[in-house]
């Protein structure tokens, strides 16, 4: 996460469908309330099977209605929190439609005819649903469509998931850099503590040669669900095991056995939650943003963590929020645990903000 792009206030504008609108799906009750987190995740909508159907001319009936909703919002997003604008939203509508229809292009061209029937992966009214959900509730794009596309992956994602972030990908270059210097590490058990959706430990069970192998853990029940079901879409089970606990609690029978650790844990201070932006802030689990007062609750203990669960010469690399944070936990190392590791550096990520604390352990 990056915490300018987060920490942002937020409002949600509530009258953005006008009586046209509303006209246009009146036969159908539509409701802007989404299920609670399931406990059984879903294939990203792009990936289900085409069993629906509906007219083109339904569905471009269904498009106009979602265009007029999009251009609705103007700036209001952005001038109230940052949030995306038409033209981002008019993007997203593009990007549902492609996953959403089996073949999207008829819709895009007049000349075909209006009775043509059009295979879909989802409901038409449940399309109506989703895109008032994008727009009214703030619902993230990625929880509409049930994915996010990161590094080479396409990773399933739901409410009570954190959607993984770009500059997270860097952990899995960093772990990529050092176990290609090193066969021990390479075939080394690692750790990915608050997994998530399974992002960053998925990306390391691929760059692990054949001994090598990962355990990803999360106190989240619906994140421990949603990675496990990553981690077998990717055909990895036998090299990523995924447990639920508290931080290292699952791990007490690997301590001093653990040759890399990384995580990307909760780090926004609490004072901040309220100001994010809505599609974060109102969606996206607080148990995943949440860092204590300052932020540096869950670093701390972590670091404390690493001096215990690493073998000698075992690497680490965690995310931050920026530098404030990278030079109090450089400080806290350098200071509680002076004798137990080195080589400690702060790695800024692709926007140039120091991002990541990396070292070895002695
Ligand atoms: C910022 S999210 C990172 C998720 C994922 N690694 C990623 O980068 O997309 C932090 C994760 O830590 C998990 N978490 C929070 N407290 C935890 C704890 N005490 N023990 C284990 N995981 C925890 C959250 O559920 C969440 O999945």
Known sequence: MNLSSLARASSLSTSLASRTLHRSIARRPISCFYSPPSINPKT?????????????????????????????????????????????????????????????????????????????????????????????????????????????????????????????????DLVYDVVNKNVDLMGGLWVDLGTGSGAIAIGIGRVLGDGGRVIATDLSPVAVQVASFNVKRYNLQ?????????????????????????????????????????????????????????????????????????????????????EDQCRLFVDHMESVHKNSFYDLKIVPDFAGIQRFVTGIRL
Not at 239 to 257: A, C, M, N, Y
Not at 270 to 294: K, T
């Open 238 to 322: 036998d090299k990523i095991s995924v447990k639920q606990g508290s931080w290292f609690d699952p791990l007490t029978e690997f301590e001093g056995r653990v040759a890399g650790l990384v995580s990307n844990p909760p780090y926004i201070p609490s004072g901040h939650i309220s100001g994010l932006q809505a599609e974060v802030g109102r969606h996206e689990p607080i148990l995943a943003l949440d860092g204590g007062e300052d932020g540096m609750s869950d670093l701390l203990h972590l670091c404390n963590g690493a001096a215990l669960m690493l073998k000698s010469g075992g690497f680490f690399a965690f995310e931050t929020n920026g």
């Open 44 to 172: 990203p909508l792009f990936l289900r099977p085409p069993i629906f159907t509906a007219t083109l001319s339904d569905l471009q009936k269904w498009q106009n209605w979602a265009k007029t909703l999009a251009s609705s919002v103007g700036s209001s997003f952005t001038d109230s929190d940052n949030g995306p604008d038409s033209e981002i939203l008019h993007r997203e509508l593009n990007w549902l439609v492609q996953d959403a229809l089996e073949n999207p292009n008829p819709l895009f061209h007049m000349e075909s005819k209006f009775e043509t029937v059009m295979k879909l992966r989802v409901d038409l009214g449940d399309l109506y649903t989703l895109w008032k959900q994008r727009i009214e509730t703030r619902r993230p794009f990625q929880y509409v469509v049930g994915c996010e596309h990161w590094r080479d992956l396409v990773l399933s994602v739901e409410e009570g998931v954190l959607i993984p972030r770009p500059e997270t990908e860097l952990i899995v």
